[in-house]
């Protein structure tokens, strides 16, 4: 593979039109119409509007959409949708590019309540709500956050119990811990709820189930046993009307548990295709990935547009300079803003790519009947590259925002309401920190079902293999033998540094050494007969490092495949270029994790550096068309970025 500074030597970057179509993909057309809707004037994100006029304005733009065809994408044909999940994703990222509150109660509309009414309904279901849903004229709300439970959501305290002197369900909040919170639509415009409760059958508690229940009658009025208040004043996201709710001995019929994994008849049985009542929960969960998904896909859309705005800015604003210059110094020529912006950028590009990974994957398993092991990755996945790219997006819009000054704190140029709108997306669908305890406990079945698989033979090796790295780790021998790899000069150091294949082996390295060393802590402790709460808990930092940088090598992998899909050329060698400095960047972020482990030394650690700061500066002279790929109107941007 040619170094970056070959690449560079060869030609000029890509045509920014031809790398727009490159990153929009198989959905373009899907994306292009979306930007033409959003770029409109009645599209606009709002400026000094009250909070009840931000609800209402939004309200009224989702119904647009709806009128657009834009709102029925991920659904079923025979419903007036086109079938197309990945394409219903990409609309969604292309949102945020907007108001992120529209993004947001579409999220709710279509995304959580349409999702949960869709994939744990059955036709009965589909038929009685999905017109509705897809046409707005029945908002709706996704009731599972408790005040109490948030991320655990197998311990909810709303209560759903059967009454089989009625044929009903009796859903109830039996303390305030259970009244369901920050529930979007639920302040003003849902007026029914997909409500997760404690199914009770004839006294037996069956875990957690979802049923349809209604909030409000046809004009907005408040049914019996429901009580609705609004959340008040949020950090961000206004024109979301979020709201709490409590029911109070509400009943609903007995065809209105979304019975897709379980049901009850009219004998008053509970049956279910799963008799594990902790895989029925966790396929239940599963199969509402699509919110996760398109929150992570959004935040990286939230990046792209800080992104813009700090570069374009940085291209056109002067400062200082060379004593006795005629002119300022661009703030773009300047090593340390490139190394603010620049990394960020790569790394936007790769999450991109992983995303782009990650929604094929979700419209494969969703359109095929997937194995059990397939949806458990898929899950993994999702939860990682949400984690990833919302704590990304908060990192990028902060740096944009003083990267660009005080123009930046401006809200006219659009950081401030990015800052304050996606900020809950680190906790939205999902806890980030909860998230990637779920992608490491996924590593560890994995690792545990491939260990427990090994013949005797082999188990003996593996166990050998790792206990020859932790000695040979921590020996002086190890140090000898780094020293004497890390004595080749700089100029042979720095082309091998910049092989893919030297950067995956650090990427893997890191990933099956820290999660083989997490497996061992945890085994350690159970065998000295410790509870396995106790256990996991005291390995709580280690499983987060596992999960990270497990998700740090996927998301390398499929910058990897996106380059190798272009054919050789300018947009093939820019794109190899994004994906060194995404890959060294981050090797040089844990280069003190490289170092603890004797898996770099110092000669290459200050070649990474080096290397860094040359892709910094080549790349900045294609920072314009990096940007421009991105085809944000200018409708959406703030004048700074223009």
Request: hydrophobic residues 40%; glycine residues 10%.
């Amino acid at each position: 593979m040619a170094t970056a500074a070959a690449r560079q030597a060869a030609g000029s970057g890509p045509d920014a039109e031809v790398l727009r179509r490159f990153l929009d993909g198989e959905h373009r057309d899907i994306r292009e119409r979306v930007r033409e809707i959003i770029s409109r004037p009645d599209f606009a994100p709002p400026r000094g509007v009250s909070r009840e006029e931000h609800r209402q304005l939004v309200l009224e733009r989702m119904r647009a959409l709806a009128e657009e065809g834009g709102t029925a994408i991920g659904f079923p044909l025979e419903y007036g949708g086109m079938g197309n999940v990945g394409g219903a994703i990409a609309a969604f990222e292309m949102l945020g590019l907007g108001d992120l509150s529209l993004l947001v109660k579409c999220g709710v509309q279509f995304g959580l309540f349409g999702g949960a009414i869709l994939h744990l309904g059955t036709q009965r279901h589909h038929e009685a709500y999905l017109r509705g849903v897809i046409s707005t004229d029945l908002p709706g709300c996704f009731a599972m956050t408790e005040t109490g439970h948030g991320s655990n959501v197998q311990e909810l305290g709303t209560t759903a119990t059967y009454d089989p002197g009625t044929g009903e369900f009796v859903v109830h909040t039996p303390d305030e811990e259970a009244r369901k919170d920050y529930i979007g639509n639920a302040a003003l415009h849902g007026r029914v709820a997909a409500v997760f409760a404690q199914l009770i059958v004839d006294g037996e508690r069956h875990g957690v189930h979802c049923l349809v229940v209604p909030l409000r009658d046809e004009k907005g009025k408040t049914l019996p046993g429901i009580r609705i208040e609004d959340c008040g004043e949020k950090l961000g996201l206004e024109g979301v009307d979020n709201g709490r709710i409590w029911f109070d001995q509400v009943r609903v019929p007995r065809d209105n548990v979304l019975n897709r994994y379980a049901d009850v008849d009219e004998e008053g049985r509970y049956t279910s295709p799963i008799e594990n009542a902790n895989r029925r929960f966790f396929t239940m969960l599963g199969t509402l990935i699509q919110g996760r998904v398109s929150v992570g896909g959004a935040s990286i859309t939230a990046s792209k547009l800080a992104l813009t705005t700090a570069i374009r800015y940085g291209l056109v604003r002067r400062q200082f300079g060379a004593p006795g210059g005629d002119s300022e110094a661009l703030l773009m020529d300047y090593r340390a803003h490139q190394r603010r912006l620049m990394p960020l950028l790569a790394k936007t590009y790769a999450l991109h790519f992983a995303q782009e990974t990650l929604v094929a994957e979700l419209q494969r398993v969703f359109t095929q009947d997937a194995p059990d092991r397939e949806r458990r990755v898929l899950e993994g996945l999702a939860a990682g590259v949400k984690a990833i790219a919302t704590w990304h997006a908060t990192h990028t819009i902060q740096t944009c925002r003083e990267a660009c000054g005080g123009a930046g704190y401006l809200t006219e140029n659009r950081l401030a309401d990015l800052k304050a709108d996606t900020d809950v997306f680190t906790t939205f669908e999902g806890d980030n920190t909860v998230l990637l305890q779920l992608v490491a406990k996924g590593l560890l079945t994995d690792y545990k079902e491939r260990f427990g698989d090994l013949s005797q033979l082999e188990m003996v090796r593996f166990v050998g293999a790792q206990v020859f790295d932790t000695v040979v780790e921590r020996s002086l021998a190890r140090q000898l033998v780094g020293a004497v790899l890390g004595a080749v000069p700089s100029n042979e150091e720095e082309p091998a540094i910049e092989e893919r294949d030297f950067q995956l082996h650090l990427f893997r390295g890191r990933e099956e050494h820290v999660l083989g060393g997490v497996t061992r802590r945890l085994k350690r402790g159970l065998d000295d007969g410790q509870d396995s709460f106790t256990v996991f808990n005291e390995c709580q930092d280690h499983v987060l490092e596992a999960a990270r940088a497990h998700v740090d090598r996927l998301i390398l992998e499929s910058f990897e495949a996106a380059v190798n899909r272009c054919e050789e050329g300018p947009l093939r060698d820019t794109l190899s270029s994004l994906c060194d400095l995404y890959a060294l960047s981050t090797i040089e972020q844990e280069r003190g994790w490289y170092f603890e482990h004797s898996r770099m030394s110092a000669p290459q650690s200050k070649a990474i550096t080096r290397a860094v700061n040359r892709l910094c500066g080549e790349l900045r002279e294609q920072a314009a068309t990096l940007v421009d790929a991105f085809a944000i109107p200018d409708s959406l941007l703030g004048p700074i970025a223009k």
